[in-house]
Structure formats: C-alpha cells, structure tokens
C-alpha cells in the first residue's frame, strides 16, 4: 500500500514538474532574450541561454531610469490605493448581499450580475468619466474607471460570507446590542482573511497589470505605469511595422529593442512572482464560487 | 421555498429590521453609486449602435441610422466565419480549460508535502502574469520560420521546417495550446480552492468502504465540484460572443493568410473600423454580443435548472 | 417563474437607470453641439478676436515616437511669445504614435484637444465623422505670410465638398522608391548613392549578393511584414488600395490592384526571390525595421520610400523615380477640434505654427543650449539631454521649414525638401480623396480581404496566380465592383471640376 502510495506520489509529482517546466520555460526565454546582446538577438532569434550574455538592456533601463521607476512609483502607488478602496467597496456591498435581512436582495444581486453581461462600451463611458468627472490625466483615471468593483469578485465574495461566517455568529453578536456595522468589522471582517487576500489579490493583479486606462485617460507621460510604457512602445513598434509610417523621416534606431521590450516585460513580472507566495495560502481558502441569487 | 420559513421571523423583528436594512443598505451605497456611474449610464450610450454617430453632435444629437450599423456585420462573406470561429474557440476552450483546471486541481489534490505544493502552485500561475502582446513574442521565438525552436526540432529530427505564420490550418490548435498554457494555474487553483473544501471525512469514509482512487473523484469530488464548474461554465457562456483580443489579433501576429482560422468577431470588428472610426458600427458589435451571450445564459440556466434547480446561477 | 419575476425588476431598473441617465448625458450631448455650432457661426469674429486683452489657452495634440519630458518647458517658452503677439497660450501633448489613433478619436467626443494633427485614419473619415472643424473662412481672413505658405492649389488637397478641413503640414509629399543597401556591401559591388536600378537590376544584385553572403537574408521586408510602402499605384486616398490608379496615378482608369500588370510585375519578381531563398522566411511575421536588421548584419538590403534624407548605414537607390500620390496633402495634416469650444484661439495658434520663425524653432528644437546647438553651418547637434527631440521627426511637426536643420540632414535640408516637393511628379488624381461612404459596407468587407493577401503577396510568401484568383473571388463576393465604380465616378467628377 505505502509502495504503492508512494509511486503515486512519485507520478503526481513528475507530472507537476513537466507542468511547472511548460509554465515556465516561456517566462525563462524572455528573461533570456532579455540577456542577450541586441545584434545576437536578430541574429540568432531567441535562445533559452543567452549565446552573447549582456545586460545593454537592462542598462538601457537604469539609463532611463527616472521615467521606470517613475512607471514603478505609480504602478505601486495605483494598485495599493485601488487595492485598498476597491477591496473596501467590494466588501461592503458583498457582506449585505449576503444577508437574508437585506430587502429587494434578488434585484441588487441582478443588479450586479447585468454588469457582467453588458457594458456601454467605450466611447459613452470615456465621455462619463472625462466630461462629467474630468479624470483625464490624473492619478484617478488609473484608479477608478472599470477596476475598482467587478460583479465577479463581488459575487465570489458574497458566496464567501454565505459559506464560511456561520449565522449563528452574526446573530449572537447581534444579540448583544452590536450595531451592523460593528457586526462587520469586529466580527465578520477577522474570519474574512482568506477572502480578502484573495480578492486583494485579484484586485491588485488587475492594477498592477492594466494598461487600458492609460491609453483611454492618460496623455502625460509623467502619469505612466510600467505596463503603460510597456504598451507605448509595443504599440510605437507595431505602427512602425505595419508599414503605415508616411514619409521615411523617421528614425527607427531610436526605438526600444527586442531585448529592452522583454526587459520591461521581466522587470513588471518580477514583483508579483514575489509577492504572490505570500498570498498563496489564503488564496487557495478565499476563493467560493457560487451563483448569482446565492 | 427558504423564504416562507423565513418570513414570519422577520415580520416579528419589524422594528429592528428596517434599521437592520436600513444600515446593510447604507454599506451599499458607495458601490451602487459605481457600478450606476461606471456602468449603467454609460449602459445608455447603447443607443449610439443605431445612430449614424456625429462627433459635433455627440450621442444624443447624431441621426437615427436604424439597423444600418449592424448590415456590415453580415455582409461579407466572413460573417458566419468570425462567428464559428468565435463559437468554436470558446467552446473548445471552456471544455478542455475546464477538464486541465479540475485535472491539475485533483492532483494537487492527491499530491503531499507543503513545499513542492507551494512551489507547484506559484510556478503554474506564471502564464497567468504574463501580458499577451509578450505572449505573442514568445510564441514567434518558438514558432519563427528559421529561428524557432520547433522548426529547429523539426529540421533535427529530418523533418523539413514549417512556415507556421502562413498556413491557417495549424492554428486553432496553436492558439487552443497559447490560451490553455496562459490560464491553467489560474483556473486549476480557482478549481483547488474548491476541492479542499470537500469534507476529508467522506473520502476517509469511502477509502474504508474499499473505493479506490478513481471511485473517490468520480463519486465524491466531482459532486462536490458541480456547482462550481456549473457556476463558472455558465458565467463563460456569457462571453461566448466575445474573445480575447490579445491573444487572437497579436498571437498570430496579425498575418492576413491566417485571418480565415484566427478572425474573431472582435478582431474583425477592430480591423474593419480602424479605417472608419464607426463609433456606431462598433457599438452595434458590442451590443449584439451582449445580447446573444445574455440570451445565451438565460437559456443555459433555464436547462440547468429543470435538470438541477440547485446548481443554477439564478 | 422566479427568474421571470428577477428579471422584471433587474430590466425595470436598467430601463430605469437608462432613461435617468438620458436625461443627464442628453444635456451633455445637445451643449456639445451647441458649442459645435458656435464654432461654425463665429467665425466672423476672428478679426475682432485679437484686439480682446484675454489670452486664451489652446490644447495642441502632436504625435510623436518619443519621450518629450520637456514639452512643458518648450510650451513656456512658445508662450512667453504667443501670449503677447497672437492672444493665445498652448498646453503641448505629445501622443505616442502607437497610441494615437485610439487617444485623438477619444479626445474628439469632447472639447479637451483644440488643436491636432489628422493622421492614421483617412482625413475624409474625419470629415465624414464631423470631428474637423472647416476652416475656409479663417484661411481667407489669415495674415499674407501664411497664404505665403501652401498655394490655393495645395490647399485643395485638404478640402472637400469646398470646405478647407485642415492645413497640410511640411514633410516630404512625394517618395522616391528605391533599395536600401548595407554602405559596406554596396561598395564591394560598386552601387553608389543615388544611383538608378531597374527591378532586373536589383535582381541580379541580389542573387550576387546572396550567392556572396549566404548567412544573411538578400533582402527583408522595409518594415514588419509590409515589402514596402506603396509603390507605383495610387490608393485615392486610400491606403488599402482598394481600386488604384496605375502607372504612379497617369492612368485614370481605377482597377482592382490585383489586375493591374504594375502589381503583377513586382510581384513576379519579389515571389522569385522568395522561391529562391533570397528573402526573409519570416517575412510575415517580422517585427523589425528593416535596415535595424542591415544595421545588425541580418540583411543585405531591402526596399524603401524616401525622399531627401538618408539612412545610417546604407546607401539609397532610386528604382521608381519621385511621385506624390493623391492625397499626400492629407496623409497628415493639422486641424480644429470641431468640439473645441474656443475655435477662434485656436486658429490664432494654428497659424502661428505656420508664419512664426521663433515658434516654428521653439517647436522643432526645443531650447538652444538646452536641447540643442547651433553648428557654424547653421545645422544643430543634440545636447546630452534628450528632454527634446523632435526635430529627429519634424515631418510629424505643422511646419519645420524656418527651424535649423539637424547636422545628420545637412544644412539646406529644408530648402532641400521644399524643391523636392515641387520637382516630383504627381499622381493626375493629385488632391482628389474617396469617400467610402456611400459604400461603407462593402469597403470594410474589401479592407478585411486586402488585409489578409496584401502583404502576403508582396512579400513573394504566396504563389501569385493561385492567391490572386482567390483573391478576386472574395472581391467579388464582397462588392469591390460597386467601390471601383464608385472611386471612378467620384475622381471623374472631381477632375471634371477641376
């Protein structure tokens, strides 16, 4: 039996290692490319270790490196305060969600669920954001539209509350004369840990990954995340190619590399694949999926 | 049925009832006032799929262009081809994405040891990290005509090299591999989250009653994984006339000869209004996908739940 | 019946939501037209705008590939003159190539860019969408400096339906198609600059060349996949080339691109080379420029659009002599916001970009001392900081042509550009641009077929015939026959006019 058992383990394991190998290997060519001298790399196309090792690209980085850590500051700073606030507004509207107190609770669940099947589309929300609130070109713009609240994390976060706080908890506490809000955050939020971690998670994955809101609100460089500068230059690249530049003024050698582009992807990668074990046992407890009416 | 037995209660605690919803309603309000901001008003810029939009005029000053912003939609000849294509891929996606993330979920399930678990874990959520426009490069290091690892395996081993960015026949299955590789870690453990939730006890229970290994998954944890898959298979029948853009415009490099395998309704609709700037046509794209996608979740739910009111979404 | 009940009340809310909202965006939506219209019925009131003491603050959106970490910097000093002698004060926003056609078409819904560069998408669908402000009347009340600058005939290049649109701005209108070779190798073969090549000329030279330097591609694409940009068929204003004028625009008879023996003829050529090995295997999924991967000893060379500048590394060729397609004036050209809410100021801008010496340097070099340095011969060398670079990409600028020129384009660069403009043939439809909308649905259904064969047959990847025929078959069934027919009655009408 423990042969038998342990040949399975055996098995189990290999059958991880190839999976963790196919996941990874990807990744270690970009990092390789990203080590690899510039004229090797057109040369010799990628290679999982670098024939002519250089860090050119990464010094290209230092060099420009009050506008990267300029992109790290506000990658940083956006995810930490879209994080906070939008695991705080997640949280408030899920926890009553849950609760059987709460009227018309079918209406506010479809309420949420419709955002996931339909939206504006583009243009109309650009316009309510910027000509209503004019967030254009402000730190906000990255922050608040589209990432701070998704039905999805709420939906997951009322399934949550649903299986693992007891009733009889929030009963008793109530039972002693302590108000909702109370309720919330002396005896709900402790038992929540795992939940928070995990939407916190998910939450800060989409900041620290977006892009989308730089391209729709963001004009001024100075307000560039890291994925922002990433995009700008895969974009400027991709234009160049596709052969729509008019005129051939243009100086294409002033254009990032090959190399330089895989190593802004490696440095936006690096911090999460820091970050994310520290999570990783929470997060495995935090996520309930469950349906909309729950 | 939950709620009769409910009902009687909270007639008794009226008084403290309305306060109680009163402040469960006020915890509310930040996020009702987002997702009406955020979402429902721009929701009502819909109305620009069937107006021929005129920027000095904004939405609600433009002409009335009644259905004519969707005809495009279905004049060409690659109307029923983005659309199958579209269909396909997301078929094919939510049912081996689906069959890897509850595979990999029930070995991680099986396996022992706290370190190598860990590490399993964090090393498969990679992919997942990884923007798709990186992706796309990565994927031509591997399939480049002659500096790509495959064609160099293939050329090793006696085999001629492959002009894979020319011919659309490999395709959906590269793009089936790019898609499955990038979201594995992430949905298996979406998937492992809810397989440790499974009582230890029923598995104790079943081994005692000399159930072996496959008896255990087939009778206990894919039970216990029912509502969970049905959840997350239904949410996806949502989007199933949307695509990820990322991974169908810049995977394939934006080679033309692989348009009729890698077309989705979303990148035709892209490449077909950069020219125009159609805010109307784009709309009316997007709309139309709302729709059948929500048509598309009604119906799914409705079957779901005649067979299982349980698992339905709602 | 339960779900029924949910979704009642969850469409009754939405419906609900909706309608509140129509109301609030509605009166959005009309003040923007009300402010359109504005634009359109002050126009009288350009003259009388300069004698008011306010100086008002216009909004300039110009591409660039860059980082312009100083634009504000260049900005103050624009102001510290324009806010005296022309009323006026410019925020500059530099947009990123890559981003600007999604960036300006968001900017446009509303009021926030005033003044900006019409590039990437067709100027007609801008006209057509509304998002140009006409600008004839303010043209014809403009200072005699800047009527100085384009001729009634240039301007016509911008116009449509009799409206001026926008204002061309000052870059190469016509190109010079030729073969960009490695300096190196060209001299070891005896090819000089500027020397004239046939295609069979070019062939020869590159299967010596191969035969010589098998390690390196013979020829790569110019850029990307794209062989090269256009080359002796005009698009009409079109960039797909769907229905083209032959023979660099003499022959006015518009054809399917596809039947056209100019087309053929490349393409029987670079599909040779492809057989034989001589170009890039990848060339359709490339990614780089061509001349980086000359610069890198990948390629030998590759072919080129060009008019008088010149590419490190390389020596240039002419295989197609100068010509300017139909809508070179419009490819990039600067304009009004018709959303912009302050039009009047915006013009006074507009057109000191074009008549002011020390703005149009401010604006190309950035500081003196700062950004750059005057050389004796009167062309200017960077400094270290690389806060300002514009002038690298002056064709991008409204008008470079008072600016010093940088010393890697020598000192008559402008003169240079301008006699070059003038000199070069031009396409018979010089000036004419289609306007897809009368056949909007079967034009996107052709740019979806051109996009999937265009470059695959330049780029020789395809066999010719096959491809073509199957080509011509989804033409056909995607209606190329109605835009032929409707560009040829268009430009007929248009040379009938003129």
């Known amino acids: 039996m423990t042969a038998k058992h342990r040949i399975g383990q055996g098995i189990l394991n290999f059958i991880f290692v190839l999976l963790c190998v196919a996941a990874v290997a990807p990744f270690l060519l970009l990092l390789s490319s990203s080590l690899t001298e510039e004229a090797t790399l057109l040369r010799e196309g990628y290679n999982f270790f670098p024939s002519k090792f250089s860090l050119e690209s990464y010094a290209y980085l230092m060099g420009s490196a009050s506008k990267i850590t300029k992109g790290y500051g506000i990658t940083v700073f956006v995810t930490l305060v879209g994080t906070v606030c939008g695991m705080l507004m997640t949280f408030l509207f899920a926890y009553p969600l849950s609760r059987r107190e709460l009227p018309h609770r079918t209406f506010f669940s479809f309420f949420v669920f419709f955002t996931m099947l339909f939206n504006g589309g583009l243009v109309p929300t650009y316009m309510m954001w910027t000509q209503t609130f004019h967030i254009r070109n402000t730190l906000w713009a990255l922050i608040i539209p589209g990432l701070l609240m998704n039905g999805f994390n709420i939906i997951m976060m009322r399934s949550f509350f649903n299986s693992s706080i007891p009733n009889e908890l929030v009963e008793a506490a109530r039972i002693d004369g302590a108000g909702e809000y109370r309720v919330l955050f002396q005896v709900v939020l402790p038992l929540s840990k795992p939940m928070i971690a995990t939407i916190g998670l998910m939450i800060g994955l989409r900041y620290w990954n977006d892009w989308t809101n730089s391209l729709y609100y963001i004009t001024d460089e100075n307000l560039y995340s890291i994925q922002a500068i990433l995009n700008t230059i895969i974009s400027n690249v991709q234009f160049l190619s596709s052969g729509q530049a008019i005129g051939s003024a243009y100086s294409a050698a002033n254009l990032p590399s090959v190399g330089i582009r895989m190593a802004i992807a490696v440095i936006g990668i690096i911090p999460i694949l820091c970050i994310y074990p520290f999570f990783q046992k929470y997060f495995v407890k935090g996520i309930v999926v469950g349906g909309v009416k729950g | ?314 | 019946m339960k779900i029924r009940k949910f979704l009642a009340i969850a469409l009754a809310g939405a419906m609900t939501l909706s309608l509140a909202a129509c109301g609030g965006s509605g009166s959005a939506g009309s003040a923007g037209s009300g402010s359109g219209n504005a634009g359109g019925g002050s126009e009288s009131a350009a003259g009388a705008g300069e004698s008011t003491a306010e100086v008002e603050n216009v909004v300039v959106a110009i591409p660039t590939f860059f980082d312009v970490k100083d634009a504000q910097m260049v900005a103050d000093a624009i102001n510290a003159i324009s806010a005296e002698k022309y009323g006026v004060t410019v925020t500059l926003e530099f947009i990123a190539l890559g981003n600007w056609a999604q960036q300006t078409n968001l900017l446009l819904t509303s009021d926030e860019v005033d003044v900006l560069a019409f590039y990437q998408t067709p100027l007609t669908t801008f006209i057509k969408n509304n998002q140009a402000l006409p600008l004839e009347n303010y043209v014809a009340n403009a200072s005699d400096e800047f009527k100085a600058v384009w001729s009634d005939a240039e301007l016509q290049g911008t116009s449509m339906n009799g409206h001026i649109y926008s204002i061309p701005n000052l870059r190469n209108f016509g190109n010079i198609r030729g073969l960009d070779i490695d300096e190196n190798i060209a001299a070891e073969f005896g090819i000089e600059n500027g020397q004239h090549m046939t295609m069979d000329e070019v062939s020869d030279f590159l299967y010596a060349a191969h035969e010589k330097y098998p390690d390196r591609y013979a020829i790569v694409p110019q850029a990307g996949s794209s062989m090269v940009s256009g080359w002796t068929w005009d698009g009409l204003g079109d960039g797909k080339f769907i229905g083209v004028l032959e023979d660099c625009g003499q022959d006015l008879t518009v054809k399917n691109l596809f039947d056209t023996d100019d087309f053929r003829d490349f393409c029987s050529y670079t599909r040779k080379w492809y057989q034989d090995g001589l170009t890039m295997a990848d060339a359709l999924s490339n990614t780089e420029d061509g001349k980086n991967l000359i610069r890198a000893g990948k390629a030998v060379c590759c072919l080129e659009n060009y008019a008088v500048d010149t590419a490190e590394g390389c020596i240039r060729t002419i295989i197609i002599d100068p010509w300017a397609v139909s809508n070179s004036y419009a490819e990039l050209s600067y304009g009004i916001n018709t959303n912009s809410s302050k039009p009047d100021a915006a013009w006074k801008a507009l057109e000191m970009f074009y008549i002011d010496k020390d703005i149009c340097e401010l604006l190309t070099n950035g500081i003196e001392g700062t950004h750059y340095t005057v050389n004796e011969d009167g062309t200017t060398t960077f400094t270290e900081s690389d806060g300002y670079q514009m002038a690298a990409i002056a064709w991008v600028l409204p008008y470079s042509g008072y600016a010093h020129p940088m010393a890697a384009n020598g000192p008559t660069y402008f003169e240079d550009l301008i006699e070059f403009n003038n000199s070069c043939a031009k396409s018979k439809g010089l000036g004419f641009a289609f306007d897809s909308t009368s056949v909007a649905n079967q034009y996107t259904a052709c740019c979806n077929v051109m996009d999937k064969y265009y470059t695959a047959i330049m780029s020789g990847t395809v066999d010719l015939e096959s491809t073509i025929e199957q080509a011509n078959a989804e033409f056909e069934a995607a209606g190329l026959a109605d835009i032929i027919a409707a560009k040829q009655e268009q430009l007929d009408a248009f040379l009938a006019a003129q």
């Open chain 2, 1 to 314: 049925m939950a709620k009769t037995a409910v009902k009687p209660s909270k007639k008794k605690g009226m008084k403290g009832t309305s306060r109680t919803s009163l402040a469960l309603i006020s915890m509310m309000v930040p996020g009702i006032i987002y997702l009406i901001i955020n979402n429902y008003i721009p929701m009502a810029g819909l109305v620009v799929a069937f107006k021929q939009f005129d920027y000095a005029k904004g939405i609600w000053g433009s002409g009335w262009a009644g259905f004519g912003n969707f005809t495009y939609l279905f004049k060409t000849r690659d109307a029923f081809n983005i659309v199958r294509n579209t269909l396909l891929y997301n078929i094919v996606f939510i049912i081996l994405g689906n069959i890897l993330a509850i595979t990999v979920a029930i070995m991680l399930n099986f396996l022992k040891g706290q370190m190598n678990k860990k590490v399993y874990q964090t090393l498969i959520l990679i992919p997942y990290l990884i923007s798709m426009v990186v992706v796309s490069y990565i994927v031509y290091g591997f399939l480049s005509m002659d500096s790509g690892f495959v064609n160099k395996l293939i050329t090793a081993f006696g085999g001629t090299a492959v002009s894979w960015y020319t011919q659309a026949k490999y395709w959906p299955v590269i793009l089936t591999i790019v898609h499955l590789w990038s979201g594995f870690g992430y949905s298996s453990i979406v998937y492992y989250a809810t397989v440790i939730g499974i009582d230890s006890s029923l598995y104790e229970a079943a081994s005692i009653d000399g159930a072996n290994v496959w008896k255990q998954i087939w009778h206990i944890t894919l039970p216990g994984l029912r509502i969970t898959i049905i959840t997350l298979v239904l949410m996806a029948m949502g989007r199933m006339f949307y695509s990820d853009f990322g991974l169908f415009y810049q995977v394939p490099m934006r080679s033309g000869l692989l348009s009729s395998a890698t077309d989705t309704i979303d990148v035709f609709v892209y490449k077909a209004l950069t020219q125009l700037n159609d805010v109307g046509r784009s709309s009316a794209a997007g709309l139309l996908q709302s729709v059948l996608g929500f048509i598309m979740v009604l119906s799914a739910n409705l079957i779901v739940s005649k067979v299982d009111s349980d698992s339905a979404l709602f």
